[in-house]
């Protein structure tokens, strides 16, 4: 078995804050030309369509590791006034730039591991390239799927379409040693049924730039049954 450091903290480094800004600006100027990357693109279908589908009027939306909270802007682009965003992070960093780029954000200080919110707190609860630097990425999942009443959006995530199992490796990223997930695929939709969460929309979030056989994909899971979570993962520790 391959022994890892921990690197569990590599993305609480602020420093890291300056540099993916860097290049978020350049990505958010690009969608509000016209010309959004795919991986914006295919949130702000999604969010579209769910909108499109129900009869709230506004829906409230945890991001799990909001970075500098940038996704705020791109789902108030696609369906605007529509959310209602609270983000979380656990680099302090990222939240304080976040704060001065939208000072009227709920935001906290908290780790995707152990969001203190209550149970079925949120409409919808998503993360973005998040659970794909977490070694324990099965329980991170867990943690979000607590939080969700309806709907759960794991995106961008490194998945293994071709059977291959989960792999784990160090990669550099923002000039950090960081954890490198690629799950497989069949592993990742059997936790979710396990949840009680069904597999509502599959996107290609890289917008096919992945090698045959692995691709960055975005999953929206709807929760069909009551939130019941504690009896659900009482059942899967019994199990």
Not at 145 to 158: A, D, I, P
Not at 170 to 186: A, F, L, Q
Request: charged letters at 20%.
């Amino acid at each position: 078995m391959q022994k890892f450091a921990d690197l569990s903290k590599s993305y609480a480094d602020p420093a890291i804050a300056i540099k993916q800004r860097q290049l978020v600006d350049q990505q958010l100027q690009s969608m509000k030309n016209g010309n959004a990357p795919e991986h914006f693109k295919v949130v702000g279908r999604i969010l579209s369509q769910l909108k499109g589908q129900t009869s709230l009027k506004s829906i409230d939306i945890l991001d799990a590791g909001c970075g500098s909270a940038y996704y705020s802007e791109i789902v108030n682009f696609f369906v605007p006034g529509w959310i209602k965003y609270v983000g979380a992070d656990f680099n302090r960093g990222m939240l304080d730039m976040a704060q001065k780029f939208y000072p009227t954000l709920p935001l906290a200080f908290m780790d995707l591991q152990n969001l203190a919110f209550r149970d079925g707190a949120f409409d919808l609860v998503m993360s973005g390239a998040v659970i794909v630097h977490i070694r324990e990425w099965k329980s991170a999942v867990q943690e979000l799927t607590r939080l969700t009443r309806r709907w759960l959006l794991l995106h961008r995530t490194l998945v293994y379409t071709d059977g291959s199992p989960t792999s784990v490796r160090i990669e550099r990223h923002y000039d950090k040693d960081v954890y490198r997930v690629r799950i497989n695929e069949g592993e990742l939709l059997t936790l979710m049924s396990n949840l009680e969460l069904n597999l509502a929309i599959k996107c290609d979030a890289a917008d096919g730039k992945f090698p045959v056989g692995q691709g960055s994909n975005t999953y929206l899971f709807d929760r069909l049954q009551p939130h019941n979570f504690g009896s659900v993962v009482s059942r899967l520790r019994n199990s």
